[in-house]
T-cell receptor, first 114, second 114 residues
């Protein structure tokens, strides 16, 4: 149980285009989903917290207009990287929680911006 | 603010060796403590957790005990296998649900050689 999927697993795009990443909780309803960014050989950096039906809460230093988060249902959250640039290349990971203290992580999405 | 400190890596061990990965934390109140594991090319998986002082989390032969007096949550395994090669993250959480932000340590890479 407690499986979280992400789609796509990897994506390559041209600079200036937008990319959407989906995060789904497959066998449970997620009251809250989180989006992280992981740089090579470094820890995870929390980008934002999203609750179903409400606006996401962004961490300090994260551009909300660049990283659009939509939490449309209790099983789906999307992260859209708008007008992507090479410095946005990274590993993006989502997690979901049922409301307890354990987060369940997706497998991650590798974004490469050319 | 809250923080998690992990020992510097990487760590390389021979198969069947004893493993200890140190983790200490700084937090007010009574956080929950976690160990997550990230296998190559995959997302994070919850390895074990402990929610109060003196609790011992265990899974797949790994153990960690919540020591409030030393603010530590060291990860141990009596006999490592090649399949244990991965990155290990220690983390804490202060609340549940929408406020259950995880604070991660930097992670440590474990390589087990046959």
């Amino acid at each position: 149980g407690a499986v979280v999927s992400q789609h796509p697993s990897w994506v390559i795009c041209k600079s200036g285009t937008s990319v959407k990443i989906e995060c789904r909780s497959l066998d449970f309803q997620a009251t809250t989903m989180f989006w992280y960014r992981q740089f090579p050989k470094q820890s995870l950096m929390l980008m934002a917290t999203s609750n179903e039906g409400s606006k996401a809460t962004y961490e300090q230093g994260v551009e909300k207009d660049k990283f659009l988060i939509n939490h449309a249902s209790l099983t789906l959250s999307t992260l859209t990287v708008t007008s992507a640039h090479p410095e946005d290349s990274s590993f993006y990971i989502c997690s979901a929680t049922t409301g307890a203290d354990t987060q369940y992580f997706g497998p991650g999405t590798r974004l490469t911006v050319l | 603010g809250d923080s998690v400190t992990q020992m510097e890596g990487p760590v390389t061990l021979s198969e069947e060796a004893f493993l200890t990965i140190n983790c200490t934390y700084t937090a007010t109140g009574y956080p929950s403590l976690f160990w997550y594991v990230q296998y190559p090319g995959e997302g994070l998986q919850l390895l074990l957790k402990a929610t109060k002082a003196d609790d011992k989390g265990s899974n797949k032969g790994f153990e960690a005990t919540y020591r409030k007096e030393t603010t530590s949550f060291h990860l141990e395994k009596g006999s490592v296998q090649v399949s244990d090669s991965a990155v290990y993250f220690c983390a804490l959480s202060k609340a549940s649900g929408a406020n259950s932000k995880l604070t991660f340590g930097k992670g440590i890479t474990l390589s087990v050689r046959p």
